[in-house]
């Protein structure tokens, strides 16, 4: 089974300074790593993921983020956030082989003009 | 052009109701689901279709049950709703565990 971690529930930042959103996972098989945002009132959007390869991922909206297995991490950064990042962000895994997405519990993203 | 449509948006209804909500994908994916967000935005899958076959169930009460007419339809069936139900259902596909789920705008249900 798997399990995801994101450790804050709510983080609030100024406009324009950098963000990290964490999130660390279990499993005791491989797995892909994803992070999807949910604007008010609206379904889930795809920022980025991470399948094999480089570890660092480039997603929509300047975000990335870079997968580190010895810490089972798969932190969620942006370098300068705007109003319109306002959102709650899920971090998500999932097992080779099982289509099955497990989630964290998310983190509110607040921009602070 | 809507890629994951769910209906009814919002959901009213009385406890011990029986209510459907459906789902269409146009994206030729082969797989549906239907996830759960509690009021704590807390997702959970509930269902996975493949090809209109059941291939994931989790521990969902017995009065929930997903129906396939074919593989671009996943809808949602509750009978004897109760108020625990009440959460935001979200439908999603995508076409292989390796491509990105889409999800659709969600469903708010409301047990009253």
């Known amino acids: 089974a798997q399990s995801v971690t994101q450790l804050d529930s709510q983080v609030p930042v100024f406009e324009e300074a950098p963000v990290e959103l964490r999130c660390n996972y279990s499993?005791?098989?491989?797995?892909?790593l994803f992070w999807y945002v949910q604007y008010p009132n609206q379904g889930l959007q795809l920022l980025l993921k991470?399948?094999?390869?480089?570890?660092l991922v480039k997603g929509i909206n300047g975000f990335e983020a870079e997968f580190n297995k010895s810490q089972t991490s798969f932190h969620l950064r942006k370098p300068s956030v705007h109003i319109s990042d306002t959102a709650e962000y899920f971090c998500?895994?999932?097992?080779?082989?099982?289509?099955?997405?497990?989630f964290g519990t998310g983190t509110r993203l607040t921009i602070i003009p | 052009d809507t890629a994951v449509s769910q209906t009814p948006k919002y959901l009213v209804t009385q406890m011990g109701n029986d209510k459907s909500i459906k789902c269409e994908q146009n994206?030729?994916?082969?797989?549906m689901y239907w996830y759960k967000q509690d009021s704590k935005k807390f997702l959970k899958i509930m269902f996975s279709?493949?090809?209109?076959?059941?291939?994931i169930n989790e521990t969902v009460p017995n009065r929930f049950s997903p129906k396939s007419p074919d593989k671009a339809h996943l809808n949602l069936h509750i009978n004897s709703l109760e108020l625990g139900d009440s959460a935001v259902y979200f439908c999603?596909?995508?076409?292989?565990?390796?491509?990105?789920?889409?999800f659709g705008q969600g469903t708010r249900l409301t047990v009253v």
């Open positions: 499993s005791s098989v491989s797995v892909y």
């Open positions: 999603a596909s995508s076409q292989d565990e390796v491509t990105e789920a889409f």
């Open positions: 991470y399948l094999s390869g480089s570890t």
């Open positions: 994206l030729g994916h082969d797989t």
């Open positions: 998500a895994v999932q097992a080779f082989g099982n289509e099955k997405l497990t």
């Open positions: 279709y493949n090809n209109k076959e059941l291939i």
